[in-house]
């Protein structure tokens, strides 16, 4: 299949009739480029699991551009959910509703409820209001590896496996949507992102799920289906060093150190803080650890740069949970399966 490219500028009239037409487009939005689809065509979003390979359980966010959609799709709105949308809609939050049967259970992996998306980024909105659908997506990666956050990385992951590609800008938040389940008596975060716990907090009482933080346990289920796969893999082996910020620096330069004599080549992922003390294969500098957003910006794109070097293992530091801090947190644990060292 050939895969278009289309400028972000240009007139989005073939992306739209490709959508009509049940085909797929990547597009970019605020927080991941998105693999998008039109949501009531269930071939076509067949189509969206083939081409990442994504196993057929893990169920797609719709995303929206207006509140009549909304209407459309779900059951009901509870008064939380009303708040919450207030809030942050549009934006990177994602909230789980009771589905209408008029979505198809290929979307929901044959739950009974769907999660929805009103996007902030205009290119996903032109999208969703010249093709008058309700978009299917997913992030816009091979099932398993980093989320894109460049147009680059779509193309890397999924040409001559689409239809089109929408080649925008880098994303703002680098890490993927919020998702918090509505359905329940209290708000509950199925997965951290870029509205953060406290922003939540602040406008209705709101829990974790049990399953965040750790990894799972046997017999553990996430109630966010895609939280228990290992997202976010680099090829190379992820190991994230804790402890004070001096201890951090000398630890992960003596482990770069000895996997380098051992043959091995070595990424180190390095802040504003640390970059100028750090020595290894590569010296990645993935932000400031005075603005976390700028890290979140950074983190998957960093994680692809090191396999296009081929490293074999990636040392990166613990980051502060507050904020997006557990998003950034959320992601690398994943991606080094919660392997630590601690660095005293
Ligand atoms: O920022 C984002 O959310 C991006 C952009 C493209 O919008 N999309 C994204 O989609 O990250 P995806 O498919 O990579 O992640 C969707 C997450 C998965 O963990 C999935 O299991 C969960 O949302 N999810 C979807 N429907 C659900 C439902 N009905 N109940 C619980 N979790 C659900
Ligand atoms: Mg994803």
Not at 156 to 164: A, F, R, S, Y
Not at 311 to 340: C, T, W
Request: aromatic share 6%; charged share 20%.
């Amino acid at each position: 299949m050939e895969t278009y490219l289309i400028s972000e500028n240009a007139s989005l009239e073939i992306a739209s009739s490709i959508l009509k037409k049940g085909g797929l487009v990547a597009s970019p939005t605020e927080t991941v480029y998105g693999l998008c689809a039109n949501a009531f065509n269930e071939q076509a979003v067949r189509n969206i699991y083939k081409a990442k390979g994504r196993p057929s359980d893990n169920p797609l966010i719709v995303h929206i551009a207006n509140l009549d959609m909304l209407n459309e799709l779900v059951l009901e709105v509870s008064p939380i959910a009303k708040q919450l949308i207030e809030q942050f809609w549009p934006g990177p939050m994602t909230l789980i509703f009771k589905a209408r049967s008029v979505i198809p259970k290929v979307v929901t992996g044959g739950l009974d409820t769907v999660a929805i998306r009103f996007p902030s980024h205009p290119t996903i909105l032109k999208l969703i209001l010249e093709s008058g659908l309700p978009l299917a997506a997913p992030s816009a990666n091979l099932s398993g590896k980093p989320s894109p956050t460049t147009f680059e990385r779509v193309f890397e992951d999924l040409n001559g496996k689409i239809d089109c590609i929408i080649q925008g800008k880098p994303s703002k938040y680098g890490v993927e949507s919020t998702v918090i389940d509505t359905t329940r008596q209290v708000a509950t975060i199925l997965r951290p992102g870029g509205i953060t716990y406290e922003m939540l907090a602040s406008v209705v009482p709101v829990q974790l799920d049990k399953t965040l933080g750790h990894a799972l346990k046997k017999g553990e289920v996430p109630l966010a289906p895609g939280m228990k796969y290992t997202h976010y893999s680099p090829n190379a082996k992820v190991i994230i060093v804790r402890g004070s910020h001096e201890a951090v620096i000398r630890k992960m330069n003596d482990l770069a150190h000895l996997d380098h004599s051992k043959g091995k080549k070595v990424g180190l992922l390095a802040t504003d803080e640390t970059f100028s003390s750090l020595k290894a294969d590569i010296v990645l500098n993935i932000g400031s650890e005075q603005l976390p957003h700028t890290i979140a910006a950074h983190l998957f794109e960093a994680l692809r740069q090191c396999d296009d070097a081929k490293v074999d293992i990636i040392y990166s530091p613990a980051f502060k949970q507050a904020g997006i801090g557990q998003a950034i947190m959320n992601r690398l644990e994943k991606s080094a399966g919660y392997h630590f060292i601690d660095a005293s």
